[in-house]
């Protein structure tokens, strides 16, 4: 076997060991969820759970400061571990130290200095306020030891091995979960579950860290060492401030639209567009952990150099992205609705354009994962004003659409200022400055191919449809998974043929697939 054909091997099979893990305790934590909610609900009380809740929010609100350090440093990570060059990949893991060491610092501070006012913030609740503070400062705990000792962490998803820290960290965190719904039934019981967050952190730290040393004893780090050399990698701090615009672009792109469907429709509009939200993105989520940890392989990819294979990697994992995107988008638009009549009642049905806004926004999610895989491969984050027009188009389509229709009008403000910054600013970006050469004749093509192939899933789908309808009645839940498989299947059936009869990267994708696992079978 080639070299190239060892390294092709190699990513794919971290990128299905990533994909595996994820889908493995998607699952698992979706379903200890469900019951865990309840069981702590019952034992714990409502204003407890709310506590941890709210105090929770707060520190991811903290947590807004990291935004860019880690993703800068795993960009710059990249280069080095594809060369094996041990004393830079030390050198940027040591100046990671120290920067998250100075954010650790800053977080325990402003942490501190907010628990000062919990005296006034929790007045009125009954849980008594030694119990607020310990169980803050726990969580406080369970968050600065990721910047203190942690940190190493970062090679890990570098080198695309993110199934390492993703099975050693969940596992951690469901043992923990059945641990606490065991000590919710003792007395004292937030006492004990306060605890057991504190020590499964600390078991999971100390894991990491053995594993981090085994995989690699050579890797020696030191925040001191990271302070002298910072100036030798200040692009690393500068690359970090243009990600963190990014990322806070993306957070107010996302976490305003309630605030403005509240304040220009209704807070009933805000309930039921949370209702339709809630269910696309538990679905969504399970296909997206198949494809966490692919940054990593692009990244590895990127630092090769061949741009013929980089194209080709790029068109394949585009497609089935499309793909993915269409399956679940048409899916979805046809079984929620069906859902909910059944879940909450038809009363909590929305009109028809909103759901195919919703659908729409969601088919833009789905595929602008790729084109931000690659575009942070690449490292190329000097559009800094891109994210933050992106900002102004959202809030001010939504003010000025918001007025005039209500959710609709909103809803179709933020996935106009997506389309734009994202699905044609994006890749005209990515092709200029990262793959040199022209996204008109390469990109937009084949864009208008994949909408062209959604459009006749959809009309054969919608045609199926109609005949689902006349022949099962929504009246239970039953029929509803009938239907909703039913059109899933259909969908499946429908865009796998499109896709591979109108689509090479499509079928060169599946052929890379099929490959390895004939070649993992021989092996085995």
Sequence with gaps: MTIKSLLMTSRIQ????????????????????????????????????????????????????????????????????????????????SVFGYLYSKVGKLIAAVGILISLFFPILFIDTDISLGIVYLLFYALLYSSLIGYFINYRQI?????????????????????????????????????????????????????LTRTINREFPWLKTSRAVGKAKFKEYKHVWVKAKQVFVFKVSYLISTSTINIFIGSFASLTAVALYGNYNLLMNKITSFFDGIFTGMDASVGNLVAEGNITKILKVFFELLSIRFFIATLCS??????????????LGSEYIMPISVLVLISLFLFLQEIRITLDAFKGAYGIYNDVWAAIAEIILCVLGAFILGY?????????????????????????????????????????????????????????VYIFNSYIDRYLEIDTWTNVIVCCLTVGL????????????SDRNFRGIIYHLLRYRLNKNNHD
């Design 14 to 93: 971290k990128t299905i060991s990533n994909a595996r893990v994820n889908v493995l305790f998607y699952v698992l934590t979706a379903f200890l969820a469900f019951f865990s909610r309840k069981i702590f609900l019952d034992n714990l009380g409502t204003e407890f759970i709310g506590l941890s809740g709210t105090l929770g929010d707060i520190l991811n609100m903290m947590n807004i400061t990291e935004l860019g350090i880690g993703t800068a440093v795993g960009v710059t990570l990249y280069k080095p571990i594809f060369d094996n060059n041990r004393l830079v990949i030390e050198d940027i893991i």
């Design 155 to 207: 090679i890990l998803s570098a080198n695309q091995q993110q199934y390492v820290i993703t099975w050693r960290y969940n596992l951690a965190m469901l043992v923990k979960v059945i641990a606490q719904i065991g000590v919710s039934y003792l007395p004292y019981n937030y006492i004990w579950w306060i605890l057991l967050e504190v020590a499964m952190t600390t078991v999971y730290s100390i894991i």
């Design 330 to 343: 048409i899916t979805l638009f046809f079984s929620v609705p069906r859902i909910i009549t059944v879940w």
């Design 404 to 460: 005039l229709y209500k959710l609709q009008g909103i809803l179709f403000a933020y996935l106009m200022s997506g389309v734009l910054m994202k699905l044609i600013w994006k890749p005209y970006y990515l092709f200029k400055e990262g793959f040199r050469c022209s996204a008109l004749k390469l990109f937009f093509p084949k864009m208008l191919l994949y909408v062209v192939d959604v459009a006749v899933v959809f009309i054969g």
């Design 490 to 501: 259909i969908t499946l059936i429908l865009s796998s043929i499109l896709y591979w009869v």
